[in-house]
Nanobody, 122 residues
């Protein structure tokens, strides 16, 4: 059974920084593409950052230049460095493995971790 456990969220002032971590109990973690999603109240979950098994990264326009995704395959962990945080970044952040469908990413696993709350005060 896959387990995804996110951590590192918190309350931060606008302009501040946070580093999120996600430990994934996935066998052969290194072969998976991984991503970070977020869900704000009343909104759909959206993908904000992706990293392929080869280390290629991609970002939603709303976070490009402010967020950095990385991975440590030895620790089965994917990270999200967030800088210049804005009020609109407030959300619960989740990680998941990703499948590429030819034109977009989709989550691999149907079960999600608990997420980690990021709250940015304006």
């Amino acid at each position: 059974q896959v387990q995804l456990v996110e951590s590192g969220g918190g309350l931060v002032q606008a302009g501040g920084s946070l580093r999120l971590s996600c430990v994934a109990s996935i066998s052969i973690f290194r072969i998976y593409n991984m991503g970070w999603y977020r869900q704000a109240p009343g909104k759909q979950r959206e993908l904000v950052a992706a990293i392929t098994n080869g280390g290629i990264t991609d970002y939603a326009d709303s976070v490009k230049g402010r967020f950095t995704i990385s991975r440590d395959n030895a620790k089965n962990t994917v990270y999200l460095e967030m800088h210049s945080l804005k009020f609109e970044d407030t959300a619960v952040y989740y990680c998941n493995a990703l499948n590429w469908g030819g034109s977009s990413w989709s989550p691999t696993f149907g079960s999600w971790g608990p997420g980690t709350q990021v709250t940015v005060s304006s």
